[in-house]
């Protein structure tokens, strides 16, 4: 069963720390760049960490240096470490894979919310 469940989110205070997780299903996680994405009300969804199967990398500037990202093949399972959390921050967190051919579904994402 193709799937992605997300968990980790909640209500922090400006500053404070969380870690998402995102277990996926072998067809989308296996061989593939993962990425966390979010959505802000009223906001396209935007790819804010990103991670290849390899291990290499990239953040959105809106993150870099607080934000990390990682991943265990073994579990098919994607993390997101979140650091001086901002009220920017603010969003509905998804995770998937980068290859459009693969990405058909949508979990029902984590909800992350930061108070001032």
């Known amino acids: 069963q193709v799937q992605l469940v997300e968990s980790g989110g909640g209500l922090m205070q400006a500053g404070g720390s969380l870690r998402l997780s995102c277990a996926a299903s072998?067809?989308?996680?296996?061989?593939?760049?993962m990425g966390w994405y979010r959505q802000a009300p009223g906001k396209q969804r935007e790819l804010v960490a990103a991670?290849?199967?390899?291990?290499?990398?990239n953040y959105a500037d809106s993150v870099k240096g607080r934000f990390t990202i990682s991943r265990d093949n073994a579990k098919n399972t994607v993390y997101l470490q979140m650091n001086s959390l901002k009220p920017e921050d603010t969003a509905v967190y998804y995770c998937?894979?980068?290859?459009?051919?693969?990405?058909?579904?949508w979990g029902q994402g984590t909800q992350v919310t930061v108070s001032s």
């Open positions: 072998g067809s989308i996680f296996s061989n593939n760049a």
């Open positions: 991670i290849t199967s390899g291990g290499s990398t």
């Open positions: 998937n894979t980068l290859r459009l051919d693969v990405r058909k579904i």
